[in-house]
Every structure is written in C-alpha cells, then in structure tokens.
Antibody
Framework: QVQLVESGGGVVQPGRSLRLSCAAS????????MHWVRQAPGKGLEWVAV????????YYADSVKGRFTISRDNSKNTVYLQMNSLRVEDTAVYYC???????????????WGQGTLVTVSS | DIVMTQTPLSLSVTPGQPASISCKSS???????????LHWCLQKPGQPPQLLIY???NRFSGVPDRFSGSGSGTDFTLQISRVEAEDVGLYYC?????????FGGGTKVEIK
C-alpha cells in the first residue's frame, strides 16, 4: 500500500533553515509527480510546491518562491523540501503528497502523508 | 490563481440525514481534454486529508457510495446521502486545472 512518511520538522528561529524529507513506498516513485502542501494551525490547506517525476521541473507558490526548494532522489524514493529564510507565517504541518492516475484521469493528489510540524518562533 | 469558495462554513447533521456542500471556482475547471479537474477530500480530526471524489463525480478507491459529486464549469456539489458518525471532519474542494492547485476554505461537518 502507498506510504508517505515525512520527517525533519521541528522548532526553528525566524531566518533559519530546515529540510523536510518524505520517504515513499508502495508505488513506483520515479514515475510520480510529488507535492508539498501545508496547513497552518487551525487553518485550511495551502499548496506549496510540486516536482516532476524526474526532478527536471518544479513549481512554487508565490508565498515560498525564492526561499523554498523542492527536490527528489529517485534512487532513495525520497522527496525533499529545503526551507530557507523561514518566517513565523511558515509555521504549519507540512504534508507530502503524490499525484495519481485513476481511470485515465490525472488526480493531482491521491495520497497524503501524515505530516510533519514546523514551528517558526523566536 | 483560481479562487475556490465553499459554502456553508459548517454543517450540523443528524445521523442518517443527507448533507450537501457547495464549491464555486473563480473560473471554469473544464480542461481541453474534456475533463474537469475538481476534487473533494475529507480531513478527519487529527488525520491528514484523504481523497474522496476526483474529477467531479468519481469516487476514489474504498469511498462509500453514500458520497457523490456533481457539477460542471464553476459550480460543484458534494452530497452525502446518509451521514454517519465517521463522516465528521473538514471537507475541502480542490482544483488542479492550473498550478498552483488551490483549495476551498473547508466545510466542517458535525453530528447533531
């Protein structure tokens, strides 16, 4: 079965960096587009970044562009989110998610990980 | 960015009764391939979101048939024919026609 396990969250001061990891299993990772989506405490869902199956293309939300970098290592079935120049407003649970195909239809997010909490505070 | 607007913000439902959630997008979600990229997910308390419905009306694997989706263009509806206690949580619509994918603000469903 599909498993997405995030790690790397924690408490960090504003302006510092953090790298999140998401280990995937149960599907052919190298064939799948991967996403990061976040949820601030008590708030809704905000898409953060997406990376193509081979890592050649990335796209970011305006709120993180220039500060966050999504990458992947297909040999390790892992996707990463490097977060630099962190702000208080980046505090959130960060979810890793995968794209799927159902009945010949691209489903942008079909499975989500459990999430990892990032708290940016002085 | 495409703006997704959900109503109502919250819903209190008696078990066994129906429930309906509306989602409107700021532009049509119909792709040139003929498919409409509107999906619904449910976030149960303390859990990550889970996919319920994809491409307007298709139930994802394992989703009970009391859940159904309908709509076209910019107006969409999620219906639960008979609400059960396990259906409580936050329901989100999501568009994936254009990046960035955007979510509705969520509808909280509670049991009376």
């Amino acid at each position: 079965q599909v498993q997405l396990v995030e790690s790397g969250g924690g408490v960090v001061q504003p302006g510092r960096s953090l790298r999140l990891s998401c280990a995937a299993s149960g599907f052919i990772f190298s064939r799948n587009v991967m996403h990061w989506v976040r949820q601030a405490p008590g708030k809704g869902l905000e898409w953060v970044a997406v990376i193509s199956h081979d890592g050649s293309n990335q796209y970011y939300a305006d709120s993180v562009k220039g500060r966050f970098t999504i990458s992947r290592d297909n040999s390790k079935n892992t996707v990463y989110l490097q977060m630099n120049s962190l702000r208080v407003e980046d505090t959130a649970v960060y979810y890793c998610a995968k794209r799927g195909v159902e009945m010949a239809t691209i489903v942008e997010i079909d499975y989500w990980g459990q999430g990892t909490l990032v708290t940016v505070s002085s | 960015d495409i703006v997704m607007t959900q109503t109502p913000l919250s819903l209190s439902v008696t078990p066994g009764q129906p429930a309906s959630i509306s989602c409107k997008s700021s532009q049509s979600l119909l792709h040139s391939d003929g498919k409409t990229y509107l999906h619904w997910c449910l976030q149960k308390p303390g859990q990550p979101p889970q996919l319920l419905i994809y491409a307007v009306s298709n139930r994802f694997s394992g989703v009970p048939d009391r859940f159904s989706g309908s709509g076209s263009g910019t107006d969409f509806t999620l219906q639960i024919s008979r609400v059960e206690a396990e259906d409580v949580g936050l329901y989100y619509c999501m568009q994936s026609l254009h990046l960035p994918g955007t979510f509705g603000g969520g509808t909280k469903v509670e049991i009376k």
